[in-house]
């Protein structure tokens, strides 16, 4: 199994150095199979996202509720109404804004780090356990295995691996940080 990695020429040093291999034949880097697929996100285009479940009510548009629709118009309107991941957009409305966190584990601050636009299925795929809960799996799995070029069993993999981190991070209490967000309401 070579799960493909999306990494920039600026890059590839650093994928190297991660531990990522380079296919010549395929012309394209890959996860080898000892290694978790997760540590490579920024090379991967679609990623998942589990909000741990001790922040779950607690997001930009709980905390920010004067201030939300503001901010999500904005968002798609630098994104020019289209998914900053791959381009589309959705049937109903075009996109839909999606919150990037970081997450410290020393101090158990979970920062938001960015506001994306995303169309309806990169987003449903970003919070791939809400997909599941409302029986959209076929669809997340389809898209996340079209966007990232996946077989099966690298969608597995990284799926387990996200559920494993999701579990770790949400037996903690995690303090919000939106300091992001000062100014461009």
Known sequence: MKTRLNVPKEYEALALEWGAKYDGRMKSFYVPEDQIISVFNPFIPLTVELV?????????????????????????????????????VGEKHPVEAH?????????????????????????????????????????????????????DEDVDKYINEAFALFDYRSRI????????LKGKE
């Open 52 to 88: 741990p479940s001790s922040n779950w009510e607690h997001n930009v548009r709980s905390e920010m509720k004067d201030e939300w629709d503001n901010i999500r118009r904005a968002c798609y309107r630098k994104a020019g109404y289209k998914c900053e991941i791959c381009g589309g």
């Open 99 to 151: 919150e990037k966190w970081s997450y410290n584990m020393e101090t158990h601050v979970q920062k938001l780090e960015r506001i994306i636009a995303l169309c309806p299925n990169c987003h449903k795929t970003q919070h791939w356990g809400y997909a599941l809960i409302h029986g959209l799996e076929p669809i997340v799995r389809g898209h996340i295995k079209k966007i990232n070029r996946w077989k």
């Open 173 to 180: 209490n995690w303090t919000l940080d939106l300091s992001s």
